[in-house]
């Protein structure tokens, strides 16, 4: 079994940066995905990539402003957030699936974060 725990979310204005992080143990996985939950939305895939290396493919909602990065010896994945805007509020979770085809539902990730709440303030 997979453990997850995000942390670094918080209160930013318009503009600003967040680096959210996500540390995992206790099993293997194949790819993480980044999901996001805006108030009364539907969660959202921002982010995927395969945790042994290789492309990262991001939402168009985000492209440009967001980059993932890992420290492989410490099993934590980064989500660097830059040039934020009040759209991108929401509950952001990460979260790893077995499958290495870049799934893209939430239902093909078996494991979740706790989910860390990001307010951008305009």
């Known amino acids: 079994q997979v453990q997850l725990e995000e942390s670094g979310g918080g209160l930013v204005q318009a503009g600003g940066s967040l680096r959210l992080s996500c540390a995992a143990s206790?099993?293997?996985?194949?790819?993480m995905g980044w999901f996001r939950q805006p108030p009364g939305k539907e969660r959202e895939l921002i982010a995927v990539?395969?945790?042994?290396?290789?492309?990262?493919i991001y939402a168009n909602s985000v492209k440009g402003r967001f980059t993932i990065s890992r420290d492989n010896a410490k099993n934590i994945a980064y989500l660097e957030m830059s040039s934020l805007k009040p759209e991108d509020t929401a509950v952001y979770h990460c979260?790893?699936?077995?499958?290495?085809?870049?799934?893209?539902?939430?239902?093909?990730?078996?494991?979740w974060g706790q989910g860390t709440q990001v307010t951008v303030s305009s």
């Open positions: 979260a790893v699936s077995p499958y290495v085809w870049y799934p893209r539902s939430p239902s093909e990730y078996i494991y």
């Open positions: 990539f395969r945790w042994s290396g290789g492309t990262t």
């Open positions: 206790g099993g293997t996985f194949a790819t």
